[in-house]
C-alpha cells in the first residue's frame, strides 16, 4: 500500500460520529446503579453507544495508518499498537486503545458475558479514556498538516 494523505474528511466525520455517540452516553441515567439498571434499555443502548464509538475511533487509527503510512491493519489491538509504535499515541494511550479493542470484541462476540455493572462501572469511569485517545490522535494530526489532505 502507498502512502498518501490522510484525508481529513474521513476523519472528521468518525470524530463526529464518536461525539455523537458520547454525547448520548451522557444522556443515560448515570446517577447510580438502580436508577441505570431499572430500565434494561439503559444497558442495550449503552452496549451499542459504547462499541459504535470504539469502532469508529479504531476506523480513525486504520485510516491514519492507511493512508498516511501505507499499512493495511485489519486487527483492531494491532491497531492501537501501531499506532503506538508510530508515536501517534503515547505508551499510555496505546495501553487503553488495546484494551478498548479487547472490549469492542468482547461486546460483539462475548455479548451475554457483559453484565449491567460492568456496563455501568465503565459509563462512570471509562468513557474518558475514549476522548483522552481521541484527543491523543487529534493533536498528532494537528502536529502533522502536512500529511492530511483537506480537499472535498
Known sequence: MTPRKIRAQVVLEKVAWIHKMLDSMA????ESFEVFKADARNQAALESYLR???EALLDVGRH???????ESVLE????????G???I????ATAILIDMAGYRNRLTHFYDEVSPEELYGILT??????EAVLDEILQWLR???EMIDTSL
Not at 64 to 70: C, D, Q, R
Not at 89 to 92: A, R, Y
Request: aromatic content about 6%; proline content about 5%.
Open 27 to 30: 444522556e443515560l441515567p448515570a
Open 89 to 92: 499515541l503515547s505508551s499510555e
Open 125 to 130: 469511569t471509562r468513557v474518558v479514556d475514549i
Open 143 to 145: 502536529s502533522n498538516p
Open 52 to 54: 459504535r464509538a470504539l
Open 64 to 70: 491514519i495508518l492507511g493512508k498516511g503510512f501505507g
Open 85 to 87: 509504535q508510530r508515536a
Open 76 to 83: 483492531y489491538k494491532k491497531i492501537a499498537r501501531v499506532l
